[in-house]
């Protein structure tokens, strides 16, 4: 269910009129709101918030200033290249983060990466850098954001896990309440740089942003983190492929995206790729 939430979080964001950073802030803001709500509504919850509320915000707002990032590119590679195409590069962070382990923790990637990092490449060539000549400027952006998305996501898991790795570590839902202030917060600034309005032009337009931060930021990351520790490794990477092969099937579905047969062909072969190269991040937890 929490992988089915959060495959909605591109076709929102690609529904909706206002800009990328714009719509960026809404799911992080209308996040914020849900998530505190549950931490004042839910006793053992609310007793950890009312204990440690002042606690942890300084490593919040570096993992936060990842995830700002991470939406910030994300979201203006899904305006370019579509909702689908966004989420599945975006999901190459698998590799991204056993490259961190590789050159911070001196972690060895074992025949399970190479092979998912062999297929997720090919399908990628398939899918996406055999027509990289008949793309245009900003499709080729589109592209090279989802994969910046990657690698700041990458950033992003990497912190939230020192953190909660630490003595002392805060609750899972208040750190993410945590982290969701600090990236809409940082998100502010950006707009404010970029000079774009942060006014919802319809009502439509709302609903769906609420949808966006409640469903997606809060619900379907609240569904995961609470379901992986009892899932084995593969059922739990499996799982979690919903989230990308169901973007693109959203892709399909309201916004028209067409794929030829060796694009298909690169898509499944991407998508095993990626499982294949979550598998040793799972175990290893």
Known sequence: MGAVFISFS?????MVSVSASTSAFYRMAFGSVGLLMLLLLV??????FSTN???GWRASLLIGAFFALDLWLWHRSIQWIGPGLATLLGNFQVFAMTLAGLLIYGERPGWRFMTGLLLALVGLWLLIVQHWPGLDNQQQWGVVFGLLTALAYSGYMLTLRQAQSNAGKLNGVLRLFQV????SLLLVMMNLLEGHSFVIPNLRDLWILIAYGVLCQVLGWL???QGLPGLAAGLAGLL??????LSVTWDMLFFDLQLSTGQWLGLLLAVTGIYFGSLRGFRRK
Request: hydrophobic share 45%; glycine share 4%.
């Open 43 to 48: 006793p053992a919850w609310r007793k950890d």
């Open 53 to 55: 509320r002042w606690q």
């Open 10 to 14: 591109a076709p929102f964001a690609g």
């Open 223 to 225: 569904l995961i983190t």
């Open 180 to 183: 969701s202030l600090c990236t």
């Open 240 to 245: 979690l492929l919903l989230q990308p092969t």
